[in-house]
């Protein structure tokens, strides 16, 4: 593997007794995640079993097929920082990933935008994606109760339901399925106990090339139609279980869509004004655009809650796409207020709504920006 920069970056996290640590040991033994360095929050919390062997420094665990594990003693970009200095030093031979492992109780947002918003470390990792354990007996009750779970769950690219075998009803891990898809349709399900949720069915979430299949993925366009309507379960119950949702209802994953190019200072504004407004109501945001200056290549955007990841540009359009497409996945955040802003600075404004360049004069035209 390379040890070239930007190194991927892995996020796991999901709540208490999820699971965690289960599945980090089982994906440690994998020689595919060789060069990988795991961070922990601290090791009194983690048990990482028999594949400690020494430690090699304050804070860095050897193990012994070679990855390193660091707990996270001050700032997380500290942690990050010091390997890439021991990268550059020699004191690593080579490094492929990162896997951040959170606190159960922790809001992934901190962690995501470290990654993103630090001037040195955004040329040296690039976030690969989010993988949210979800436990199958304790899920729906822990959804229930922390939406610090439903954030976890919404912001991920990957959710692994665990403990399915412990649970005593099939009908319950069923309802959890669906409530997941409901909460985040666009993140692929996959099942801790099955065989086939490895290495390579967790990690590279990323939009590492430029196929039409890697871009649907990245932006979870399978699932990212117009959700209008069919998010209201948060308001009364649905008869088969007690479950009131009542954090579900706030999270909402919706996609923007224009067909042919958008001004880049269009992009910019519309971005500058939705952070501003509703910043950290925007669990996370994706997107692809195809700019008016230079329409042959498209760019790429993502960004966590205010902090917005450089913009990237792929060598060439996936086959057959064009256009303009934000997945923006939220909390709380007025959609119809996002939809007129967006409709207003890509020209389409609906009746009694500024134009772009009437919003340009007076960004604060567009009713619920505060």
């Given at each position: 593997m390379s040890s070239g920069f930007p190194i991927a970056v892995s996020v796991l996290t999901g709540f208490l007794g999820a699971g965690k640590t289960t599945l980090l040991n089982r994906l440690l033994r994998d020689p595919a995640l060789a060069d990988t360095a795991v961070i922990i929050n601290e090791f009194g919390e983690v048990a990482i079993d028999h594949l400690l062997v020494e430690q090699a420094s304050d804070g860095i665990i050897q193990l012994s097929d070679g990855c390193l594990c660091c707990t996270v003693r001050g700032e997380l970009v500290d942690t990050?920082?010091?390997?890439?200095?021991?990268?550059?030093?020699?004191?690593?031979?080579?490094?492929?990933?990162?896997v951040i492992e959170t606190t159960g109780l922790a809001d992934p947002a901190p962690v995501l935008q470290s990654i993103m918003a630090h001037p040195a470390l955004v040329h040296a990792f690039r976030l690969d994606g989010v993988i949210t354990l979800v436990d199958s007996v304790n899920g729906n009750a822990t959804l229930d109760a922390h939406v610090e779970a439903v954030k976890q769950v919404a912001v991920a690219d990957r959710i692994v339901l665990t403990k399915a075998d412990l649970a005593t009803d099939p009908h319950d891990v069923e309802a959890l399925?669906?409530?997941?898809?409901?909460?985040?349709?666009?993140?692929e399900l996959l099942d801790a106990g099955d065989r086939r949720t490895d290495v390579a069915a967790l990690f590279d979430c990323g939009l590492s090339a430029t196929k039409s299949a890697d871009?649907?993925?990245?932006?979870?366009?399978?699932?990212?139609?117009?959700?209008?309507?069919?998010?209201?379960?948060?308001?009364?119950d649905h008869g088969d279980h007690d479950h009131d949702h009542r954090h579900d209802s706030r999270v909402r994953?919706?996609?923007?869509?224009?067909?042919?190019?958008?001004?880049?200072?269009?992009?910019?504004?519309?971005?500058?004004?939705?952070r501003s407004a509703h910043g950290e109501r925007l669990l996370r945001m994706k997107g692809v655009i195809e700019l008016l200056e230079d329409p042959s290549r498209p760019l790429v955007v993502h960004g966590v809650q205010k902090i917005l990841h450089p913009p990237a540009r792929l060598p060439s359009w996936?086959?057959?796409?064009?256009?303009?497409?934000?997945?923006?996945?939220?909390?709380?955040m007025p959609e119809d207020y996002v939809r007129r802003l967006f409709a207003a600075f890509t020209n389409r404004p609906s009746i009694d709504t500024p134009d772009r360049a009437a919003l340009e004069n007076n960004p604060l035209a567009i009713a619920g920006s505060g």
């Open positions: 990050l920082a010091d390997l890439v200095d021991r990268l550059q030093t020699g004191r690593i031979a080579r490094l492929a990933r990162v399925r669906a409530r997941l898809r409901q909460i985040n349709p666009g993140a871009v649907r993925r990245w932006l979870g366009e399978e699932a990212a139609h117009d959700h209008h309507g069919d998010h209201d379960h948060g308001d009364h994953a919706y996609s923007l869509v224009h067909e042919g190019p958008v001004p880049f200072s269009a992009i910019e504004m519309f971005l500058d004004l939705l996936p086959d057959g796409q064009r256009g303009t497409r934000l997945v923006l996945i939220t909390l709380d």
